[in-house]
T-cell receptor, first 120, second 117 residues
Framework: GAVVSQHPSWVICKSGTSVKIECRSL??????MFWYRQFPKQSLMLMAT?????????EQGVEKDKFLINHASLTLSTLTVTSAHPEDSSFYIC????????????????FGPGTRLTVL | AQTVTQSQPEMSVQEAETVTLSCTYD???????LFWYKQPPSRQMILVIR??????QNATENRFSVNFQKAAKSFSLKISDSQLGDAAMYFC??????????????FGEGTQLTVNP
């Protein structure tokens, strides 16, 4: 299998505080992890791509100082929403890709269950 | 840039019947991968089926199969013998085979499938 976990699954925080979301690949090593944001009844919006040991690559329009991403190991990536505001409330999903350059194994993303963030 | 279009925001099917979800994409590449993911109410993204562009044979996974038409840039999903558990949002996704393009997925807008008992 290829299992990806996220923690927490649901978090409520006060405006101005920071929140950390963890994404773990449980049974494989993930050289690349992705962070998405999803609004209700909409598609997934890629926020950033992170490779183990490297700085994350952010999509246009995503504030890298607000959404801090760390991919410290082959099984763990974290997303920290700094100084959260109500407009940051959303569903955040991570995914992970195994290493390699060709074939399905290297080119399939496996998704975590998501984290619902509510900022009051 | 590649784009993925799902022209059916909503579809419904009777239990045990067959339904086809449409997906078209735009690319100038010849090497790429296509995926269908489902997102049930739990919001967990689940891989349904995948296809490599260089393979002409359509992928099949149990009750799920695709009709891959490379020249037409079409990648439809057929669900046979629909079950209540198939009710979900279905996303079509494209992944470039080029390493220089990165490993990102480009998603369509999604099709909400309702299965009626």
């Amino acid at each position: 299998g290829a299992v990806v976990s996220q923690h927490p699954s649901w978090v409520i925080c006060k405006s101005g505080t920071s929140v950390k979301i963890e994404c773990r690949s449980l049974d494989f090593q993930a050289t690349t992890m992705f962070w998405y944001r999803q609004f209700p009844k909409q598609s997934l919006m890629l926020m950033a791509t992170s490779n183990e040991g490297s700085k994350a690559t952010y999509e246009q329009g995503v504030e890298k100082d607000k959404f801090l991403i760390n991919h410290a190991s082959l099984t763990l990536s974290t997303l920290t929403v700094t100084s959260a505001h109500p407009e940051d409330s959303s569903f955040y999903i991570c995914s992970a890709r195994r290493g390699g350059t060709s074939g399905f194994i290297a080119n399939t993303q496996y998704f975590g269950p998501g984290t619902r963030l509510t900022v009051l | 840039a590649q784009t993925v279009t799902q022209s059916q925001p909503e579809m419904s099917v009777q239990e045990a019947e067959t339904v086809t979800l449409s997906c078209t994409y735009d690319t100038s590449e010849s090497d790429y991968y296509l995926f269908w993911y489902k997102q049930p109410p739990s919001r967990q993204m689940i891989l349904v089926i995948r296809q490599e562009a260089y393979k002409q044979q359509n992928a099949t996974e149990n009750r799920f199969s695709v009709n891959f038409q490379k020249a037409a840039k079409s990648f439809s999903l057929k669900i046979s013998d629909s079950q209540l558990g198939d009710a979900a949002m279905y996303f079509c996704a494209y992944r470039s085979g080029s390493q220089t393009s990165g490993s990102r997925l480009t998603f369509g807008e999604g099709t909400q499938l309702t299965v009626n008992p």
